[in-house]
Nanobody, 119 residues
Framework: QVQLVESGGGLVQAGGSLRLSCAAS????????MGWYRQAPGKQRELVAG???????NYPDSVKGRFTISRDNAKNTVYLQMNSLKPEDTAVYYC?????????????WGQGTQVTVSS
């Protein structure tokens, strides 16, 4: 059994910063790519940041230069530093990871954490 547990969401004013964390636990052999997605009301879930096991990152243009993803492989944890937040960043943010567990390669999701940016 593998779990992803997120923390760090909340309410912030426009221009402010938040840092999200996501820790993976359970019967983990290895973790490949990790990422953060978000879903706003009435919209599809979208990728906001991804990071490979080797540390290569990718971002959509909407967050490039404002968001930074990082990971601590020793702690099985991925982070998302969000700066210069805008009201349009308001969404539920989900952690995602591709994990080998008990001989199987699966895609896991966290439960989501709300980020609200007020104008």
């Amino acid at each position: 059994q593998v779990q992803l547990v997120e923390s760090g969401g909340g309410l912030v004013q426009a221009g402010g910063s938040l840092r999200l964390s996501c820790a993976a636990s359970g019967s983990i052999f290895s973790i490949n790519a990790m990422g953060w997605y978000r879903q706003a009301p009435g919209k599809q879930r979208e990728l906001v940041a991804g990071i490979t096991s080797g540390g290569t990152t990718n971002y959509p243009d909407s967050v490039k230069g404002r968001f930074t993803i990082s990971r601590d492989n020793a702690k099985n944890t991925v982070y998302l530093q969000m700066n210069s937040l805008k009201p349009e960043d308001t969404a539920v943010y989900y952690c995602n990871a591709l994990i080998i567990s008990l001989g199987r390669y699966n895609n896991y999701w966290g439960q989501g954490t709300q980020v609200t940016v007020s104008s």
